[in-house]
């Protein structure tokens, strides 16, 4: 799942953008998850680098694309930013921002979606897709292809990986929405764990890197579908 924010104070055009973003999922078989903005102050508000593509306006009323996209760049050096605007001469100041390319208004969805599929193609590129994880002093990305599994334990999160453990407050429930595309399964009530580390499931354990986990009775056999169905999609 691909996280995109809209940035458009114009109603019909984030609308339209929106609309346009279904329907690229319905013709490539992928999954986003929009949250829209109307102004740039609304996303550079406690922003957190939490989205892979930002769709920004360039003139808004409160705090413009241009600014917004600067103020963000300080924060996410990662984001892919795609300008939509009037006035292409605003747009080629991109560079400033590592802005990936801009789209004309009035949009044509053709033109839309290279865009998009050529923001996709550089997500493909990057080591590893990331969530981030909120810590009393800051946040912390942490890489999927590194992550084994995360624990519940009391009210805190541990996010076991290969390189350490992170320690966050939160609750499961959310962790496994926000991961529900990513072959990650809720084997218990404590454990959200990471299908690609799965080495063996013996009777109600799990082995998952080396480290043994309780599955429950009830999900046992949604892990096995779940296992099988990642195996097979792994091998095509």
Known sequence: ?????????????????????????DENRTKFKIVSFSD???????????????LMDIEMRFMDGMKTAEYIRKLDEDVIIIFITNTPQYAMKGYMVDA???CLKPLGYYAFSQRITKAIGRLG???????????????????LSKLYYVEVLNHDLIFHTMDEEIVTRGTIAGIEEELKNEHFFRCSKCY????????????YDVDVAGTVLQVSRSRKKALLDELNKYVSEAEV
């Not at 996280?3 to 690229?24: G, M, N, P, T, W």
């Not at 740039?40 to 930002?54: F, H, P, S």
């Not at 959200?192 to 009777?203: G, P, S």
């Open 1 to 25: 799942m691909y996280r995109i924010a809209i940035v458009e104070d114009d109603v019909s055009y984030r609308k339209e953008l929106e609309d346009f973003l279904h329907r690229y999922e």
């Open 40 to 54: 740039g102050d609304e996303i550079a508000a406690g922003y957190k680098a939490e989205y892979d593509i930002i």
């Open 100 to 102: 990936l390319d801009y």
């Open 125 to 143: 590129h990057r080591s590893s897709k990331c969530i981030v994880v909120n810590l009393k002093n800051g946040m912390q990305k942490v890489e």
């Open 192 to 203: 959200l764990i990471n299908l690609a580390f799965v080495e063996n499931i013996k009777e």
